[in-house]
Each structure stands twice: as structure tokens, then as C-alpha cells.
């Protein structure tokens, strides 16, 4: 059973998917689920293990759908007794007693995506190097021989966190692109006079409420100086934002 589990977790990570793990901590009375029981959960479907019960597992399935889609660890009780209403869900049994579950949720598609145009960009490989340690997914696009639609129009980008190198005349294509799209971030590494210049022309198209999701200057305000100092500040913003509850 165990190594089953491994392989399925290994099949998500590979495949990026997010996921949550809901486990047994503890439970009372004479349910079939006991501590160590655990479900998992992607793409809004049990992908293996059971607590016993559909109605319990369609339960555990509703807790660890919301904890991926607030990225929140969630404790979870459920009563098996109608007449107590004290729990996070009740069931009509003759088992009494409560059951109580712990979920994570995992994130396998949060992934930075860089913009440059030059494989040799200064700030994009200490990135890469930063992004290593951290063990996050890291994606390049060379804007100079690479589409942005090819690459991620079949991408989910809800939980992706994009950064800009670029200083071509089609910068405003690229954030227009990322704007329409679902994302976590998106930081523009350029002085203020482009940006200000960008703003102009992109409030034919999005309101300023939209606009303000773009971060310039981007990262956090470390006054920045050297690529590996940029490096650091737009790292530390992304994991700032990645671990905000």
C-alpha cells in the first residue's frame, strides 16, 4: 500500500499536478476509519484510499478541494452521530463517536516562468540557481525565437509566477497576454520611465485595477543592485507570496 501511494505521488509531481493528502489523525467509536487511513485528492477526484464510506470520502473530497484552491492546510472533523452538530460534517450512523482528519495540499504547478531574451540573461541564471535550491519549477522562454502562446497556451497558469527580462517593442504583447491570463504574479523588471510608457499604452485595453497587478520595480525593496542581488529580491517576493496564507 505504501509503495502505491509513492508511485501516485511521484505520477502527480511528474505530471505537475496539485493535490492534497487528507489523513486520520484520530478517530472514536466503531468506523472502519482509523489513524493512519488516508485519501488522495487531484483535480477535484479521489485518487486513491478510502475512509470506508462514499458519503465520509465525498466529504474529506469537498475539504481537500478547498485546501488546494486556497493552498491552506485544513483539520476537519466528522460526527457519526445525527444528533451531535458540533462537527465539520455529521452522518446518520450507529457508529458514534468523531473522526478527525488533517489535509495538506501540495503544489506541483506553482512554477516561476522568465521571460528573457538571452539564454545568458545574468538575472535569469541566478534565478535558476536560487530556483534549484528552493526545489521550484522554473520555466524559460526565449522571447527572441520562442511564442509566448505555443508555450503556455496549454499551460494552467493560476499558480505560476512570471517575471519579465524582456526590453524588446513587444513587451506590451507580453503582458497583455499574461493579464488575460489567470497567474499568481507578475513582476517587470524595467525602469520607471518604460513602465510609465507601458501604462499608457496598455490602459487602452485594461482597467487600472488589472494594472496594478503588474510589480515594478519588481521583488522585494532590498535596494537592489547586482543581477545576483535582483536575483534574491525577486525570489524572496515570489516565496513571500507562495507562503501567504
Known amino acids: ?12 509531481k511528474n505530471n505537475n499536478k496539485n493535490y492534497a493528502i487528507a489523513t486520520v489523525i ?3 467509536g466503531s468506523s472502519i476509519a482509523k489513524p493512519g487511513f488516508r485519501l488522495i485528492v487531484s483535480e477535484n477526484r479521489i485518487i486513491a484510499g478510502t475512509l470506508g464510506s462514499r458519503k465520509m470520502d465525498s466529504y474529506v473530497l469537498d475539504a481537500c478541494n478547498e485546501s488546494i484552491n486556497k493552498n491552506m492546510t485544513k483539520n476537519i472533523s466528522i ?5 451531535n452538530k458540533i462537527y465539520d460534517y455529521n452522518m446518520d450512523t450507529t457508529c458514534g463517536g468523531v473522526i478527525n482528519i488533517f489535509i495538506e495540499p501540495f503544489y506541483n504547478s506553482q512554477r516561476i516562468i522568465i521571460l528573457t531574451e538571452s539564454d545568458d540573461d545574468e538575472i535569469y541564471l541566478n534565478i535558476k540557481k536560487i530556483a534549484d535550491i528552493i526545489k521550484i519549477n522554473l520555466l524559460k522562454i526565449n522571447t527572441e525565437n520562442e511564442k509566448l502562446e505555443e508555450k503556455l497556451n496549454d499551460i494552467d497558469l493560476k499558480n505560476s509566477y512570471f517575471i519579465l527580462l524582456t526590453k524588446n517593442e513587444k513587451e506590451i504583447e507580453y503582458l497583455s497576454y499574461i493579464l488575460k491570463r489567470e497567474h499568481k504574479y507578475i513582476g517587470l523588471v524595467a525602469s ?6 507601458d501604462l499608457k499604452k496598455l490602459k487602452q485595453n485594461f482597467n487600472d485595477d488589472k494594472l496594478n497587478e503588474i510589480d515594478c520595480p519588481a521583488g522585494i525593496m532590498i535596494n537592489a ?6 536575483a534574491v529580491s525577486l525570489i524572496s517576493k515570489i516565496i513571500l507570496l507562495k507562503n501567504s496564507v
Open 1 to 12: 500500500m505504501y509503495n502505491d501511494y509513492l508511485e501516485i505521488l511521484n505520477e502527480l
Open 26 to 28: 484520530s478517530s472514536t
Open 79 to 83: 460526527g457519526l452521530d445525527k444528533n
Open 192 to 197: 520607471k520611465n518604460r513602465f510609465n510608457n
Open 225 to 230: 543592485i547586482t543581477p545576483e542581488e535582483i
